[in-house]
T-cell receptor, first 114, second 113 residues
Framework: AQSVSQHNHHVILSEAASLELGCNYSYGGTVNLFWYVQYPGQHLQLLLKYFSGDPLVKGIKGFEAEFIKSKFSFNLRKPSVQWSDTAEYFCAVTSLGSQGNLIFGKGTKLSVKP | DAGVIQSPRHEVTEMGQEVTLRCKPISGHDYLFWYRQTMMRGLELLIYFNNNVPIDDSGMPEDRFSAKMPNASFSTLKIQPSEPRDSAVYFC???????????FGPGTRLTVL
């Protein structure tokens, strides 16, 4: 069965620090990859997605992610975080052979200190 | 587009009562998903539909939970009878594509006393 692992449960950073959140998945076929963000008290919103092409994907609010097929990874990065980036971040995967559902990771809570 | 619409936004009920959560997906989206989110268990997929047909309900906790999609623009998730452990935020999401981006609604925060 497919699974998604997010390595960090809670990350605490100061403003202007660089961010990298890890995501690994366990499916060997062709996949679509996503990062979602959930701000406190809100619903999940798409940050970025990868379907094919350039493995370095740029999303909203200065976020980017790199798909490394050989490592089954899709890590999220941001060079300089802001207090407003405080949120929970979810990695998700779906395979082209699936019926349509996404497999979500457990999420990583990011707290940015002002 | 109004996005995915869920109602009610908040529901407080007593144990044993029936609860019905409602979702209107984005027009034209063929896939509809119901999720439950709690602090302890994170985000769990309960059930999803394709063209109004339930595809996978393996995430539905038990027989107290049921979901329907009578047409392309409306779905319900019903809990009968409700229990305190059902307290959670329930999200509905829709997607136009198999394996594509899902668009989430604002959620229903359910509290069962």
């Amino acid at each position: 069965a497919q699974s998604v692992s997010q390595h960090n449960h809670h990350v605490i950073l100061s403003e202007a620090a660089s961010l990298e959140l890890g995501c690994n998945y366990s499916y060997g076929g062709t996949v679509n990859l996503f990062w979602y963000v959930q701000y406190p008290g809100q619903h999940l919103q798409l940050l970025l997605k990868y379907f094919s092409g350039d493995p370095l994907v740029k999303g909203i609010k200065g976020f980017e992610a790199e798909f490394i097929k050989s490592k089954f990874s899709f890590n999220l990065r941001k060079p300089s975080v802001q207090w407003s980036d405080t949120a929970e971040y979810f990695c998700a995967v779906t395979s082209l052979g699936s019926q349509g559902n996404l497999i979500f990771g457990k999420g990583t809570k990011l707290s940015v200190k002002p | 587009d109004a996005g995915v619409i869920q109602s009610p936004r908040h529901e407080v009920t007593e144990m044993g009562q029936e609860v019905t959560l409602r979702c209107k997906p984005i027009s034209g989206h063929d896939y509809l998903f119901w999720y439950r989110q709690t602090m302890m268990r994170g985000l769990e997929l309960l059930i999803y539909f394709n063209n109004n047909v339930p595809i996978d309900d393996s995430g539905m906790p038990e027989d107290r939970f049921s979901a329907k999609m009578p047409n392309a623009s409306f779905s319900t998730l019903k809990i009968q009878p409700s229990e305190p452990r059902d307290s959670a935020v329930y999200f509905c999401a829709s997607s136009p594509l198999q394996g594509g981006e899902q668009f989430f609604g604002p959620g229903t925060r359910l509290t069962v006393l």
